[in-house]
């Protein structure tokens, strides 16, 4: 996997973003047995599957690089992803082309990457508010970093039944920023978060880092 991009996020998170060249049977060899077979087997689709390893083959290596021992991941009761045996918080995304891994020693991170895809345009209406929805002007790119801004900082919160239109807000950005602002608001848990979001393109990926 060749490494595309590395980077220290606000000098307390490191990010590492991989190209996806490497076959499955490749990745099961590269990895050896430190990965959880049980949440692999979960998963029918083969490059689903490639996409998984490589993740966890990356995770592997920012571990590694902190000199610490990697021991697989597992998930917990929301499904977010947690190293064993290790305090550290991570966040992973993946897709065809990519996959992208970030963690944080001492605070929750969450990462997301996408492709700007025309369905970003089809189902706007459900993940945007009102504001949000008329900022964007069904412009593909702009779409694109407020699905990503959403996902990242819903992945950091970790938790479940967070409605995308209604919980999370993103403020007004323009397309060349690289920092925007989220907050998501949990009204069950009386609980409000404001998050710094990093805005990466790669070709016509997008990749955004909650903080």
């Known amino acids: 996997m060749p490494l595309v991009h590395s980077e220290k996020i606000e000098e307390t ?9 490497e076959t499955e049977d490749e990745l099961h060899t590269i990895l050896g047995s ?7 087997d979960t998963i029918s689709h083969p490059q689903k599957q490639r996409e998984w390893l490589a993740s966890r083959l990356l995770i592997k290596i920012l571990v590694e690089q902190f000199g610490l021992l990697y021991e697989g991941t597992h998930k917990d009761e929301h499904g977010k992803a947690f190293l064993v ?6 966040s992973i995304t993946h897709t065809f ?12 991170v969450g990462i997301d990457m996408e492709k700007t895809d025309p369905k970003l345009q089809r189902t706007s209406r459900k993940y ?29 919160y970790g938790k479940k039944k967070i409605s995308f239109r209604n919980s999370i807000y993103i403020q ?6 690289r920092l925007i602002q989220g ?15 990093h805005i990466r393109w790669f070709e016509d990926y997008c990749l955004a880092v909650s903080v």
């Open 85 to 90: 045996n290790n305090a550290s918080h991570i």
């Open 34 to 40: 430190s990965y959880n077979s049980e949440d692999l």
């Open 128 to 156: 945007l508010s009102e504001p949000e929805f008329t900022h964007a002007e069904n412009e593909l790119a702009t779409l694109c970093m407020y699905w990503c801004a959403k996902e990242a900082i819903y992945k950091l």
């Open 172 to 177: 007004p950005f323009t397309k060349s920023q």
């Open 183 to 197: 907050i998501l608001t949990d009204d069950e848990e009386d609980l409000q978060i404001n998050s710094p979001i």
């Open 13 to 21: 998170s490191t990010l590492l973003l991989w190209k996806l060249t």
């Open 97 to 108: 082309d990519y996959v992208a891994a970030v963690i944080n020693p001492s605070a929750p």
